[in-house]
């Protein structure tokens, strides 16, 4: 059997850790031969819903949990953790945008940025769930100067996901059938969905559907797909939160088989974009690390789009620069 490794999920009483925590118990992030000691931040005022949670992770005699711990501070949750699943933050209600949530969540990633980089293992790896998700990696990021940027990620395999499955859908195909497509930029509706890359079935994508389902039902779709499930739900989507973070992760650890996926990471330059936000980009995943798949070819129609979802990560950025170290 494998030592046991520290995995720290925040907001360990919320809507997404209820479906995360217990799927992680089971081995779907790391293994199924990876035994797991979990450790839960929470708030104060949540801690008796944490209790609960905890009795149930017991309840379930999860072969492969050794220990649990819960806790309402950064520094005694994120202690020698190897990762850290950042969701604990306040989800959007309707009518409003991710980025209308900096100011509400902003200074949580800023203490959990500094925590980490006091009190978690040197190699951890961090995924921030929690919305507007890259620009709170960014300010947590720049709040751990010990641990380099690229430890720092944001999700957008959410927003992957849902694209493969529109594109799956309208091509009467399985999402089994498709790869290569990519997210670009910001996990907000002015992301970039893009299929110039994809293939069905070995077919070009746009090949196989038209110019004006592309630019105008499937973009705007993926774009606007978190508003429609707080519209039909009432609340903000979770158990597809934690399937796609899930997804991230255990690609990131375990690789993606030469797959490409998107991850929301340091921008480097690459494509253009500017250094310095936390830009989604299309990766491969392979020994515990991840590459920028270079060298695609960028129509006049994407780059546009890649570029608005990039303006709106750098106003974000303007927007906490105080919370910046
Ligand atoms: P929720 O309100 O059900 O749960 C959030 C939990 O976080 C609560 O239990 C709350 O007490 C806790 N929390 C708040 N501040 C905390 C802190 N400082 N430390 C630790 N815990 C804290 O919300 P949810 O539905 O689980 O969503 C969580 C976040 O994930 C939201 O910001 C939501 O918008 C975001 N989200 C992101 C994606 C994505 O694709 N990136 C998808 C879905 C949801
Ligand atoms: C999502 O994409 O479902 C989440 O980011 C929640 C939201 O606010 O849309």
Redesign the pocket.
Known sequence: MKDPVRVAV????????YSLIFRIATGEMLGHDQPIILQL???P??MD?LKGVIMEINDCAFPLVTEIHGS?K?EEAFKDVDYALL??????GKGME?AD?IKA?GD?FS??GKALNDHASKDVKVL????P?NTNALIAANNAPDLDDGQFT??????HNRAMTQLAQKTDRQVTDIEGLAIWGN?SSTQFPDLSHAKVAGKAALDLVDQDWYANDFIPTVQKR?AAIIEARG????AS?AS?ALDHMRNWVAGSNGQIVSMAIPSDGSYDIAPGIMYSYPVICENGGYRIVEGLEISDFARERMQATENELREEREAVAHLMS
């Open positions: 925040t907001g360990g009483a919320g809507q997404i850790s931040l929470e708030i005022p949540a819903a309402d950064p969701v604990g933050s306040k989800p959007r991710r949530l969540n949580i203490v959990q921030v769930v929690g919305n998700a944001a999700m957008t395999r959410l927003d996990h978190g609340a903000s989507s979770a939160a796609a």
